[in-house]
């Protein structure tokens, strides 16, 4: 029983922990990123997981800006959803890392999801695991 | 006359090989899978190997350029650059690494996730641009195919710049 409860708070710690760590850097590089004004020059779709799509499709734009110092960058911009939300043609406003031009993310899309995700998980696992751990030594 | 470089690595092949065994094992009794099963997974294993030992093609189509394999919303991806020849400016090729460069204004190719255009250094390869090669990389076959298929395409020498 309390080996159990202890592999769910190392399962809760590693998720909270990995959701934790996604949300400190994606706050690190919006701290840091510059913000253009991008045209969708493409929109591609990615399967998730296994089996051709199974788990279903992340939309991800393409884009394409021109940096203050006349560099033109083309690149999909991270943090995809699985809705399809952009058109070829369409404007929108990104971020990007002035150091790594190619690293573009669309500002508000995806991301924050999937971080409340993993720390919520890890959260309840960690809980569940204490709960099981406290309820063992109660019982003797 | 097309081009095709692939390299053969343990990632490819070892699936199809475990299968071999397996299917060996499968009709002498050994296990009780029946063959079938297995002849069908390891057709599968070996397509899918083979896809991932392509790194280079030089066809009608354009340029594919594989880039390996990498692990990405849960399943991992053979990362292939196509570049069709409209969008080619030249192809180049070094010791060691073949690459594209591209027409000013073309689109982002399949396969690759960004390139930043620097008109200030026109000769910067974009990293998902070129391509490592293997030491049976025959540069006068990689000639002669884009003669073929990409008439005007220059094939030029990596460190030219």
């Known amino acids: ?140 | 006359m097309d081009y095709t470089l692939r390299r053969i690595g343990p990632a490819a092949v070892l699936p199809g090989a475990i299968l071999l065994v397996a299917l060996g094992l499968s009709l002498a009794g050994a296990i009780p899978i029946p063959p079938e099963v297995i002849l069908v997974l390891l057709a599968l294993a070996l397509y899918q190997g083979l896809q991932r030992t392509l790194v280079l093609r030089v066809d009608a189509d354009g340029i594919r350029l594989g880039r390996g394999v990498m692990y990405e919303y849960g399943a991992a991806r053979t990362l292939r650059t196509g570049v069709p020849w409209e969008h080619v400016r030249e192809v180049v090729a070094g010791p060691g690494e073949v690459g594209v460069r591209l027409k000013e204004g073309a689109p982002l190719p399949d396969g690759a996730r960004s390139m930043v255009s620097d008109p200030g250094r026109p000769d910067v390869l974009a990293p998902d641009l070129r391509v490592a090669v293997p030491g049976r990389f025959d540069r006068a076959e990689l000639e002669a195919a884009v003669a073929a298929h990409g008439p005007g395409v220059p094939v030029t020498d990596l460190n030219r710049a």
């Open chain 1, 1 to 140: 029983m309390v080996l159990i409860a202890l592999v769910f708070v190392v399962i809760g710690v590693v998720f909270a922990g990995i959701g934790i760590g996604v949300a400190r850097s994606s706050r690190r590089f919006e701290a840091t990123a510059a913000r253009a004004r991008a045209t969708v020059t493409d929109v591609r779709s990615r399967a998730v997981g296994r089996g051709g799509g199974g788990g279903g499709l992340i939309w991800i734009p393409v884009v394409r800006f021109e940096t203050p110092d006349g560099r033109t960058v083309d690149a999909e911009a991270g943090g995809g959803t699985n809705v399809k939300q952009w058109e070829p043609g369409q404007s929108l406003d990104v971020s990007y890392d002035p150091a790594n031009p190619a690293d573009v993310r669309v500002p508000g899309s995806g991301g924050g999801l999937i971080q409340a995700v993993f720390i919520g998980i890890g959260v309840l696992f960690a809980l569940l695991g204490l709960l099981l751990v406290a309820l063992s030594v109660a019982i003797g």
